[in-house]
């Protein structure tokens, strides 16, 4: 069973940065490809950014210009830099990625943001 594991969370002032992790725990898996997304109280989940097998990255309107996605092979972690951020940032981040090793997308336990002044 693979376990993925998000880090980075916390609570942030409006205007400050946070960036995220994701590693998969207990043994070394190569990411292939990888999603950032989110989902604040009574919302449903929604995708933040992804980044294909190819490094290619897509973002969602909302976060455009503050949040980068990016994945450092030689650690095998992904990451989220959020920068800028809102109150309306405010949710809990999950990770969703895809190993080279195994066939099947792999969701994490979640990771708390929040904004606030």
């Known amino acids: 069973q693979v376990q993925v594991v998000e880090s980075g969370g916390g609570m942030v002032q409006p205007g400050g940065s946070l960036r995220l992790s994701c590693a998969a725990s207990?043994?070394?898996?190569?990411?292939?490809?990888m999603g950032w997304y989110r989902q604040a109280p009574g919302k449903q989940r929604e995708l933040v950014a992804a980044i294909t097998s190819g490094g290619i990255t897509n973002y969602a309107d909302f976060v455009k210009g503050r949040f980068t996605i990016s994945r450092d092979n030689a650690k095998n972690t992904g990451y989220l830099q959020m920068n800028s951020l809102k109150p309306e940032d405010t949710a809990v981040y999950y990770c969703n990625v895809k190993f080279k090793e195994v066939s099947f997308w792999y969701w994490g336990q979640g990771t708390q943001v929040t904004v606030s002044s």
């Open positions: 207990g043994r070394t898996y190569s990411i292939y490809a």
